[in-house]
């Protein structure tokens, strides 16, 4: 069969044959592959004009329950996506971190953006700033989708996890994708792009797939756009000169060559809990996906005292390591992904035994479970021993992207630190060792060259994800060599399809812009309490300022004795006089709060259904006994959760004194009942 491209919502086929796409596991042709005759101008334009303009009429929890769905959706269809991707050479184990992975950051980024975003079109980023004296000009940074598209380039090595993890926050974004697979793996991406469409989840132009080159599409390029590319260093460098790019300063994001890094402590010796993991870890990640993945131990530095024994530990862990067909149960590693990938492997390895001596593998003679060796692209787990490595050259350079690792010794923690600089910028590294002042040490010289680290030890490696695993919740990406770019990482990843604007005005223009109050902003009071208030009948800046109350000595001491909170501050006089804060016994700063929300709660059954918690308390005034305090409460935002029947209101709270000045603030959240479920409950 030929593959299909996914253009202008309709699946068509490239002009002529094509490239022949061949089975990992025995070199039978699975597809062909072809993008030619594609109107790739037409594309963009599509997504722009079509794609984003539907993304951007929905929310941000909108499209985070489009996610969802979208998982749940690819979550019942993923027993299609397991038999086609033996095919690419992984075994069940690496099928799973490729499909369930991929399906989970959907999971993970719909949960984002509905908990940590507003259900709004607009993201602000960070408090408003005072800009002059009154407060009547203010500033805020806001997030909007940008008005262009995604192009997605994605790398063979993970063809559905690849795809989804960089879909998931472009699409929460509100922005259109045109996606583009590796073409020796592209027949898996495209069977999930199938299913996306059938699922008729996502709107009209949201999503475009290319099996093929991308022609012309850079020419096409504008400065709403954004690339997000993974694959080699040299391939990115090139896209990134492209004028189109250079003229529109495109946004540009690269996850390329990574010569990752893992330490083993000085303390982990043969026979410590962390040295048994450090063995473990290392050949889990030079066998996981057949070493194909960018996040995967290179490089594995060691002390010079263990290096004999961790040699010899590895080597027979490796020896136990069965190589075949990965549709079998008796297969722990598959195949690389094509012929020419082991190719290529075997040049790299050619040149890391330049300086390494192999110590196991880098044979092409070795048994293959249920598998013709020579049909399909197998290739031994390979592990070098480098002696010398501060004065060697391709270990830090050149890497065997496969089940290559190469021990590379150290004699103290600072030629360890330096070793792991060689390698020029990495996506991940990891530091094992029970040691933690040894582990600071190692962070402290490392952190900059990486994008992401791990430290290991008896105490959290039975629930570790382990060195070579990207989480949604983390960025995804790394300095220097590693492409200098990052993806993923919360709503972080976010953020890198939208535009950033400084907005400057006055607090109301800005409350009514962010659709969050401000101070200086109007407040609007009612005869109606606020707390008797659906969630639709709120306004932002809806105000309850209450009477004064007088804070008295008894009620310092019965709070003090109710509590058991009997800090000298507010139970002995002398004492409160010395601290430079006070001028005798005040407050406790917790009897402030309870005092403001005596003053400012409705008792009776109402809309509020509960107080769920306070954010950003700060006490700024000491109260003194014989002072009185007033609260002024606004709503500062809403929120509406979905079909749940409440919304989230955030109040701006502030305690003042009798003399205006303030005293605490704060906010406070809340739940509160829409009018169909308070009409339903009465």
Not at 12 to 18: R, W
Not at 383 to 396: R, W
Not at 456 to 468: D, V
Not at 473 to 495: D, I, Q, S, T, Y
Request: aromatic residues 8%; proline residues 4%.
């Amino acid at each position: 069969m030929k593959l299909g491209n996914l253009v202008l919502d309709r699946w068509i086929e490239g002009d002529g044959d094509g490239k022949p796409l061949a089975s990992a596991v025995d070199g039978e042709t699975v597809a062909n592959i072809t993008s030619a005759g594609l109107d790739f101008g037409a594309m963009l334009e599509h997504a722009r004009s079509v794609g984003g303009t539907n993304l951007r009429q929905l929310t941000f929890h909108e499209r985070g329950e489009m996610l969802k769905a979208l998982a749940k959706y690819l979550m019942d269809r993923k027993s299609e996506f397991y038999g086609l991707s033996t095919r690419t050479g992984a075994t069940r184990a690496d099928s799973w971190i490729d499909i369930d992975g991929g399906i989970s950051t959907l999971f993970v980024f719909s949960s984002k953006g509905r908990r940590e975003m507003p259900n709004d079109h607009i993201y602000l980023d960070g408090p408003p700033e005072p800009l002059s004296r009154n407060g009547t000009f203010v500033g805020q940074h806001i997030y909007t989708s940008k008005l262009g598209a995604a192009v997605h380039i994605n790398a063979f090595n993970f063809p559905v996890w690849g795809m989804l993890e960089k879909l998931a926050p472009t699409l929460l974004a509100g922005v259109p994708a045109i996606v583009k697979p590796a073409s020796s793996t592209a027949y898996l991406t495209e069977l999930v792009v199938r299913a996306i469409i059938e699922s008729e989840i996502l709107p009209a132009g949201s999503l475009q797939l290319i099996c093929g080159g991308v022609g012309d599409l850079f020419d096409h390029l504008n400065c709403q756009d954004t690339i997000a590319f993974t694959g080699s260093k040299s391939t990115a460098e090139m896209l990134q000169q492209h004028p189109r790019v250079i003229a529109e300063s495109v946004a540009f994001t690269a996850e390329t060559d990574s010569l990752n890094a893992s330490i083993l402590g000085p303390d982990a010796v043969s026979g410590t809990p962390e040295f048994d993991l450090y063995v473990n870890e290392v050949v889990r990640e030079m066998t996981v996906k057949a070493g194909q993945k960018c996040t995967a131990i290179r490089r594995v530095i060691a002390p010079s005292a263990i290096a004999a024994d961790l040699v010899r530990a590895l080597s027979e862990k490796l020896g136990e390591v069965r190589i075949g067909d990965p549709g079998s149960k008796e297969v722990d590693m598959g195949a690389l992904a094509s012929q020419g990938q082991r190719s290529e492997v075997r040049e790299r390895v050619d040149e890391l035994a330049s300086e390494a001596a192999i110590v196991h593998g880098g044979s092409d003679d070795f048994d293959v479970v249920d598998a013709d060796a020579k049909r399909g692209a197998f290739f031994m787990p390979t592990l070098l021993h480098c002696e010398k490595p501060l004065g060697a050259a391709a270990v830090h350079s050149v890497e065997a992207f496969g089940p290559v690792s190469t021990v590379l010794p150290y004699d103290n923690l600072d030629e360890a630190i330096e070793l792991a600089r060689l390698g020029e910028g990495s996506l991940a590294g990891s530091v094992v060792t029970n040691d933690n002042a040894v582990a600071r040490e190692l962070i402290l010289g490392t952190a900059a060259y990486h994008g992401r680290m791990l430290v290991i030890n008896r105490h959290c490696a039975a629930e570790s994800t382990g060195h070579g695993s990207p989480l949604p919740h983390l960025v995804h990406g790394g300095p220097g060599r590693a492409g200098g770019g990052e993806e993923m990482g919360g709503v972080r990843g976010v953020k890198h399809y939208m535009q950033r604007t400084a907005i400057q005005g006055s607090p109301e223009t800005l409350s009514v812009i962010g659709n969050r109050w401000i101070r200086g902003a109007d407040q609007r009071e009612s005869e109606t309490h606020p707390f008797r208030k659906t969630f639709e009948q709120i306004a932002i800046g809806d105000t309850l300022v209450t009477e004064s109350r007088e804070v008295t000595l008894e009620d310092i001491n019965h709070f003090a004795d109710f509590t058991g909170d009997t800090f000298y501050a507010h139970t002995d006089e002398d004492a409160a006089k010395k601290n430079p804060f006070f001028e005798g016994r005040v407050a406790h700063g917790y009897l402030i709060v309870s005092f403001a929300a005596g003053l400012f709660v409705d008792p009776d059954f109402g809309p509020v259904l509960a107080n769920y918690g306070i954010d950003d308390l700060r006490f700024l005034t000491p109260l003194n006994y014989g002072d009185s305090m007033r609260v002024r409460l606004a709503c500062k935002q809403k929120t509406l959760r979905g079909d749940s029947g409440y919304g989230e209101v955030r109040w701006d709270t502030e305690v003042t004194n009798q003399d205006g000045e303030i005293v605490a603030q704060y906010d406070v959240l809340t739940m509160v009942a829409t009018d169909a479920h308070w009409a339903s409950v009465q």
